[in-house]
């Protein structure tokens, strides 16, 4: 599903990622775990193309994007790989179904087809209620959810998660990761996720340990 060969990125004279190697199958849910400054955040945005390398190689479902030109990986992007961010990001001024459909509409999809899929997810995670309102009339937990039925929207291959339950309590967070799970076992998706969560990291199939822009071998 994703391979990463001899990732290397600096910013300036700091070397941030030093030749990461790595593979995720398809379907897994896989942590990535690290201090502070370690380089976690920069290789997810790698991995989502939402940065580039200095070096190596990203390859997702096949595709190696380091080839695309900016349209192509816009709209591979936008097809393949679903984003969720510590915060929401969810635009104050539209509904949650609204703010679901977003991506939808990106692709090029009807308002009907958008409305069908984004209502679709909605219900799958209990939220079809909550469709009419808009953030500030939601919940913390009720917030990243709706991010998390954004980010499955135009149904991607892998979804990036970063510190996703990082500004949650702890019923919101075992909320989140539970439905993690739940979203893998009906629609095989695959999950990568930084986190300084270690109960998230523990119940992942695997975890990536990060350290000074290498990752640590077992």
């Keep these: 599903m994703i391979r990463l060969e001899g990732i290397t990125k600096s910013f300036g004279t700091l070397q941030v990622l030093k030749g990461i190697d790595l593979e995720i199958n398809k379907g897994e849910i896989v942590s990535i775990v690290g201090a502070s400054g370690a380089g976690k955040t920069t290789l997810l945005q790698i991995m989502g193309t939402l940065d580039k390398p200095d070096g190596g190689k990203v390859e997702i479902d096949g595709t190696e994007v380091g080839r695309l030109k900016e349209k192509e990986l816009s709209a591979f992007r936008n097809r393949n790989i679903g984003f969720v961010f510590q915060f929401h990001q969810l635009l104050p001024?539209?509904?949650?179904?609204?703010?679901?459909?977003?991506?939808?509409?990106?692709?090029?999809?009807?308002?009907?087809?958008?409305?069908?899929?984004?209502?679709?997810?909605?219900?799958?995670?209990?939220?079809?209620?909550?469709?009419?309102?808009?953030?500030?009339?939601?919940?913390?937990?009720?917030?990243?959810?709706?991010?998390?039925?954004?980010?499955?929207?135009?149904?991607?291959?892998?979804?990036?998660?970063d510190e996703p339950s990082g500004s949650l309590d702890t019923r919101n967070k075992e909320e989140l990761h539970q439905l993690f799970f739940d979203l893998r076992a009906r629609l095989s998706q695959t999950f990568v996720i930084v986190t300084h969560d270690e109960g998230l990291a523990s119940i992942t199939d695997r975890t990536i340990h990060i350290a000074d822009g290498m990752i640590k071998k077992d």
């Design 93 to 161: 001024e539209f509904t949650a179904l609204e703010n679901v459909m977003i991506p939808a509409f990106i692709a090029g999809a009807s308002p009907k087809e958008a409305t069908s899929r984004a209502l679709e997810i909605l219900d799958f995670m209990n939220l079809r209620d909550r469709a009419s309102h808009k953030p500030n009339e939601l919940s913390g937990g009720e917030k990243q959810r709706i991010a998390v039925a954004r980010a499955l929207v135009n149904r991607p291959a892998v979804v990036l998660a």
